[in-house]
């Protein structure tokens, strides 16, 4: 069974930062892309980012390109997203999402139950 | 990138009726290149359809998706209880992948 286990979220001021982390397990984590996905408070689903396979190609949303960074670490089943200069618009729910493509993204195949990132002075 | 479009913003129906929920993109969806997606109230969503017409792993067949180039339609034939919730489309035809603003299937 394919288990994707968030953490890392909390509650940082305008112009932090925050790392997230998911842990993966029930599934070979080295072929498949690996996402992350937002939901803002009482909004819809917003994809954030993207990493390959092999972590060399790296997608990201306008919305956060320049400020976020993601990465993944294949020997411990881990992909994280670097968020930096956070702005209120950043605090939404993040969602961890396995996809079903090696090096584009597809569709969102299996979702974690998500960490809360709250930005706030 | 392409905007996807969902309606109506809410059905209310009661169970066993049937559903029927549209997402209309700004431009043609490659290949056919749709996914749905449900979500009841704090929990992640749920994978339901890709390919616009493909049912996930497990996915009931009371759910149907169907449509190609800009128009797509999810129909769940005889709402059960369960399936009371909010329902969005993504496209994953061009980058960036988007996804509608949703379709909340509420109990009459």
């Known amino acids: 069974e394919v288990q994707l286990l968030e953490s890392g979220g909390g509650v940082v001021q305008p112009g932090g930062s925050l790392r997230l982390s998911c842990t993966a397990s029930?599934?070979?984590?080295?072929?498949?892309?690996m996402n992350w996905v937002r939901q803002a408070p009482g909004k819809g689903l917003e994809w954030v980012s993207g990493?390959?396979?092999?972590?060399?190609?790296?997608y990201y949303a306008d919305s956060v390109k320049g400020r976020f960074t993601i990465s993944r670490d294949n020997a411990k089943n881990t992909v994280s997203l670097l968020m930096h200069s956070l702005r209120a618009e950043d605090a939404a729910i993040y969602y961890c999402a396995k996809d079903v493509g090696s090096t584009h993204i597809y569709y969102f195949q299996s979702w974690g139950q998500g960490t809360l990132v709250a930005v706030s002075s | 990138e392409i905007v996807l479009t969902q309606s109506p913003g809410t059905l209310s129906l009661s169970p066993g009726e049937r559903a029927t929920l549209s997402c209309r993109a700004s431009?043609?969806?490659?290949?056919?290149?749709l996914a749905w997606y449900q979500q009841t109230p704090g929990q992640a969503p749920r994978f339901l359809i890709f390919g616009a017409s493909s049912r996930a792993a497990g996915i009931p067949d009371r759910f149907r998706g169907s449509g190609s180039g800009t128009d797509f339609t999810l129909t769940i034939s005889r709402l059960e209880p369960e399936d009371f919730a909010v329902y969005y489309c993504?496209?994953?035809?061009?980058?960036?992948?988007?996804f509608g603003g949703g379709t909340k299937v509420e109990i009459k």
């Open positions: 431009e043609s969806v490659s290949t056919g290149y």
């Open positions: 029930g599934f070979d984590f080295t072929m498949y892309v």
């Open positions: 993504q496209q994953y035809g061009s980058s960036p992948p988007t």
């Open positions: 990493i390959s396979d092999t972590g060399l190609t790296t």
